[in-house]
């Protein structure tokens, strides 16, 4: 029998943890919504791509992430990658999705040493739809511009100012069977949880 496992881990996030002293206000779509199937993403190359395209393989692992800007994100990105010959033999397609623009893609390949699919979502559109998008107030993004020197409208191309909540969706068949939703960018879905649960899907 199909096995469904939800983890949701929706945490406070506290000035310490984002330079933001308020809670994230997302909703993440969960087992048994609706998939947004019509969002275009981009390609590597800048060609657009349906999700519903991407949903053509029957065995998905969805990876939400900030940017290849966040060393978090490159990191876990990297150790997914390491499991690429293991989520292979299981059936499982693994894709990312980032609000770095499509020409900034290579750098999270580049960084993370993958060699799986990445796509932009620039304009935020699919880490909307899915409930995962929060904007950073006016004084984090100034803090990250001028502090850090990374410009999120530089990296996305846009003003929107929003980024994902980190996460990742197992879709099977075009259905939800797993998700994993962490405002604490710093907290990731550990490899060896992961694997243990395409095993059971």
């Known amino acids: 029998m199909r096995k469904s496992i939800t983890f949701i881990f929706l945490l406070i996030a506290s000035l310490n943890l984002l330079s933001q002293n308020q809670v994230f206000d997302v909703c993440p779509i969960k087992i048994g919504q609706e998939i947004p199937v019509d969002v275009t993403v981009q390609n590597p190359l800048g060609e657009s791509v349906k999700f519903a ?85 006016s004084a984090t993004y100034v803090n990250y511009r001028d502090q850090y020197k990374m410009d999120l409208e530089t990296w996305s191309g846009e003003t929107h100012h929003l980024l994902p909540v980190p996460a990742v969706y197992l879709i099977v068949d075009g259905v939800i069977q797993f998700n994993y939703v962490n405002p604490n960018y710093k907290i990731r879905l550990r490899t060896e949880t992961l694997l243990a649960i395409l095993k059971s899907l």
């Open 53 to 137: 395209q991407i949903l053509e393989s029957k065995k998905l692992i969805v990876v939400f992430y900030r940017g290849g800007w966040c060393p978090y994100c490159t990191r876990h990105l990297s150790a997914l990658g390491m499991l690429k010959d293991e989520i292979d033999s299981l059936g499982f397609t693994l894709v990312g999705i980032t609000p770095d623009r499509f020409d900034s893609l290579a750098v999270s390949q580049l960084k993370s040493e993958s060699d799986y699919e990445i796509y932009s979502d620039s304009k935020a559109e699919l880490i909307r739809a899915f409930g995962l998008a929060w904007e950073i107030d």
